[in-house]
């Protein structure tokens, strides 16, 4: 089981990029738990995942939050801006895959 974890500001917009990262994951028959979350909840849930991608009106946090998921070999890495407007799910679904095989 893949775990992914989306960080915004409140956890909202990026539900809809969520949906279509399981979408892209049932087509090829990967079992995943991909779930949004609002930066306030970042503490207590990033230990939960593999990898923590970041919503683009909270990149600017990228340091702090890289900082305290790095003690738990968490990468945190921003969404590519293009693939989050587009909402390209099976786009941001490989880069998180490829962070997770980066880090192991």
């Known amino acids: 089981m893949v775990r992914i974890m989306l960080c915004c500001s409140a956890g909202m917009s990026t539900s809809l990029l969520v949906r279509k990262m399981l979408d892209a994951a049932q087509e090829r028959e990967l079992p995943v738990e991909i779930d949004a979350y609002g930066v306030a909840e970042f503490d207590t849930q990033f230990p939960r995942y593999q990898v923590v991608l970041l919503g683009p009106q909270v990149k600017y946090m990228l340091s702090t939050l890289s900082e305290k998921a790095a003690s738990h070999g968490i990468p945190v890495r921003p969404i590519e801006p293009m693939d ?5 799910g099976d786009k941001v679904l490989d880069f998180a895959l490829s962070l997770i095989e980066a880090a192991h």
């Open 84 to 88: 989050y407007g587009m909402q390209r």
